[in-house]
């Protein structure tokens, strides 16, 4: 099994050489890394190039001729990956000496096993730990991993995502169904997109290890934004925060029909037709209710057959969300 780490840059000369370093440390070496830069203006790939020039496993440093953002900039570097597995790294965070170890132990004992992902420390940018995990910070407690065992993995994580790129790897084996990753859907960011395609043709597994050091920062582009005194939140991941927010589901219906789009496009070698049926319940859901908020004439009859269907239920929050679209929204 070969290893590659698909790593992007930008303008991460403040922190880069410590998650490098962290790579020396592996007690798994990756076989390969591909760094694909932002166009840089940083000393960020000046780092890079030394330590390239003692690094004892294969280094390819793409710099983009135009800022392409971090989305695109992700897919570029998954492309690039030539292993078997392929771990996604930010540029400012930590790793565990054993992470790509016990990650490499599962993939190989799990052959079913399509994507892996595992808990952090969450730290500030002096590596001080906040107090928490991540996956404490976003209630993933013993439950919810065993039910993202399992095939109900994918309808939880299209309510909650909870795939953090940084902590993860896949089997590239599913670059065909991942990419192009879509980098036009407000809110959703390339980890929910390749966490919720790799649920709906392959299983997950959540390693309850804190293998990386977490890092949160003023000039991160993503990340738990934690206050180093706040207790670890109970509320909804920012993703249904912001489907609720706006209270149109248009976001929400655009994901979705990429979604789908793309399961039925390259879904057929894997079986993922009860992912694919999931998927347009969803989405068919979330059209009616759409059309209820704006005042169809047949707003009663939608409203009585989403709760008829029990999708009200199983994809909102049942006669909560039905009294809102009728009465409140």
């Known amino acids: 099994m070969k290893i590659s780490v698909a790593m992007c840059t930008y303008n991460g000369a403040a922190y880069l050489s410590e998650q490098l370093e962290s790579f020396l440390r592996q007690t798994r070496l990756p076989d390969q890394l591909i760094v694909c830069d932002d166009k840089s203006t940083d000393e960020t790939i000046e780092i890079i190039g030394e330590f390239a020039r003692s690094a004892p496993f294969e280094i390819k440093v793409f710099v983009n001729e135009n800022n392409l953002g971090p989305i695109k900039n992700f897919d570029k570097a998954i492309s690039l990956c030539a292993g078997d ?48 995990s991540n996956w404490e910070q976003s209630k993933l407690d013993a439950k919810t991993q065993k039910l993202i065992r399992t095939e109900a993995a994918l309808d939880y994580l299209l309510k909650k995502p909870l795939v953090w790129g940084c902590m993860a790897a896949f089997r590239a084996e599913f670059k065909e169904i991942v990419l192009p990753i879509p980098d036009d859907i407000p809110g959703v960011y390339h980890d929910y997109w390749i966490s919720w395609l790799l649920s709906a043709v392959s299983c997950l597994e959540p390693i309850p290890k804190r293998l990386v050091e977490y890092r949160q920062h003023s000039a991160q582009h993503l990340g738990q934004k934690i206050d180093s005194k706040a207790e670890p939140s109970s509320s909804k991941d920012n993703f249904i925060k912001q489907v609720e927010s706006k209270y149109n589901f248009d976001d929400t219906i655009t994901a979705l029909t990429a979604l789908s789009e793309r399961l039925e496009l390259k879904g057929g070698r894997f079986e993922s037709e009860n992912s694919i049926e999931l998927v347009n319940s969803r989405l068919e859901h979330f059209i009616n209710r759409r059309k209820i908020l704006a005042r169809d004439k047949k707003k009663l009859l939608l409203a009585a057959g989403e709760l008829f269907t029990l999708r009200y239920r199983r994809h909102s929050s049942g006669l909560k969300s039905a009294a809102k679209d009728l009465f409140f929204g």
Do not use: T
């Not at 392929?86 to 799990?110: G, P, T, Y």
């Not at 952090?120 to 590596?127: R, W, Y």
């Open 85 to 132: 597995v392929i771990a996604l790294s930010d540029q400012d965070d930590v790793w565990h000496k054993d992470k790509l170890q016990i990650f490499e132990q599962v993939f190989s004992e799990m052959p079913r096993v399509g994507l892996v992902f595992c808990d952090a420390n969450l730290v500030d940018a002096d590596l001080v730990r906040l107090g928490h």
